[in-house]
């Protein structure tokens, strides 16, 4: 976890760490959710592959983010 933390702060970026969740097949790539000081929560994903932090989106009612699997009942 420090080494993706020290990605996001070599890029500049400021905030809370919500969650950290492995890309599936890698163990390599992550996806964080941060928030910022106004509460605003956005999904990056982190790859130590390559050293880099990508933004994907804001979260909001129209994207979440899963830490659980479905209910498929």
């Known amino acids: 976890m420090m080494k993706i933390i020290g990605l996001f702060r070599k890029e500049g970026f400021t905030g809370e ?3 950290f969740q492995r890309v599936s097949g890698t163990d390599r790539e992550f996806f964080v959710v ?3 000081e106004q509460g605003i929560k956005a999904l990056f994903k982190a790859s130590l592959m390559l050293n880099a932090v990508e933004f994907q989106y804001v979260l909001d009612d129209k994207h ?6 479905a209910d498929a009942s």
């Open 34 to 36: 941060m928030s910022n």
């Open 17 to 19: 760490y919500e969650t």
């Open 64 to 69: 979440t983010f899963v830490t659980e699997e």
